[in-house]
């Protein structure tokens, strides 16, 4: 007997998906047009099907026949919210933040150095970088969530250097559970299809295999993108941002050093664009400003540069393996505007010539001018 009206929806969404595992309480059941089997997605590792339409995401998706979808798929939620394909009473995008409170900087012993670490291997420097910060225990520790930030933007393999290196990416989630850390989560908000750029980059895989937590974010209007308060910002008093930055006690952003086709370069302060939803095309026309409010509010700890291969044109996206040079490098620092300004000059740019690299200098963010940081280098 088919449910009708507001109690039909509440049965519907509270009904169990053939085959699917237990669900997070805060997942949501939507149906969609398709072939009758079941599919999960809840962020977990789980990849949902390739040509699924997923960009409400947040929820489990049973997929149904036609003439099921015309028949419960127009129906009206409890609370009067509109209940149609994709979309259901706990997918709203963003959601509200009320009181929600981005992490607080970590209070950590590492030095104030920026470590240019130099060899053949991304692993090896990775480590040798951040043991000559002192080591990530001094930064992570026990019990800490900690989120590991990369670029994983691009339906690129590591060789085109359009996303950070996946040997950089799973090194930090080993040492940060070494040090002691609860849980690590590796997530992006991709420009492509995630559930490509997390495969062909190599980054789901490898940052599973060091134990990390993978999760897909999908797409600009994924609910666990929360409209938060951005105190400092000059232009963009708040924001949709990743919920996880409110339960995480520690960020470690590991940015690729690549052209970028309106910033020139991609550093970063500009990957911590992946953090942010909503529509970041808007953006573009204050891109730097926006940035450095960005920057002002996410409270980056540690900033890991993978510069072992470097996109030197045609970015931010690439493509071709001529307009990638290795400089087989990474840049390691608490000071995230002194990690931006060495890495410019890996492409014969200096730091005041990076937007939003100025931007967060003149706002105190830290030091653009090399010859006031502390460079250390060391060579594996």
Known sequence: MRASGAEGVGALLAA????????????????????ARTELYDGSGQTPPLHEKWERGGCSMRKVTRRRFLAEGS???????????GVCSQCGTPKPGGELKLKPPKQNSLTRDTVVARGSNPSEITEAAIAALGGLEKLVTSGDIVIVKPNIAWDRTPEQAANTNPEVVAAIV???LKAGAGEVHVFDHAINDARLTYKSSGIAEAARRAGAKVGYVRGKDDPRFRDMSIPNGVIMPHWG???MLTRATVLIN???AKHHNLTRLSLGLKNLMGLA?????????DIAKRLADLSSAVNVDLT???????????????????DVKETRQVIASVDPVAVDSYAATLFGIKGNEIGYIQEAYERGLGEMELSKVNLKEVTV
Not at 75 to 85: E, K, N, R, S, Y
Request: proline share 7%; hydrophobic share 40%; aromatic share 4%.
């Open 16 to 35: 169990p998906s053939r085959g699917a595992r237990k669900r997070d309480p805060r997942l949501c059941e939507i149906v969609v047009r398709g072939t």
């Open 75 to 85: 129906l009206v939620c409890a609370g009067g919210a509109a209940f149609a394909l």
């Open 174 to 176: 080993k040492l940060a």
């Open 241 to 243: 941002l990743h919920d």
């Open 254 to 256: 590991v940015p690729i």
């Open 277 to 285: 939803g909503g529509d970041r095309g808007t953006w573009h026309p």
């Open 304 to 322: 890991v540069m993978d510069a072992f291969r470097i996109l030197v044109d045609h970015g931010p996206t690439g493509g071709s393996l001529d």
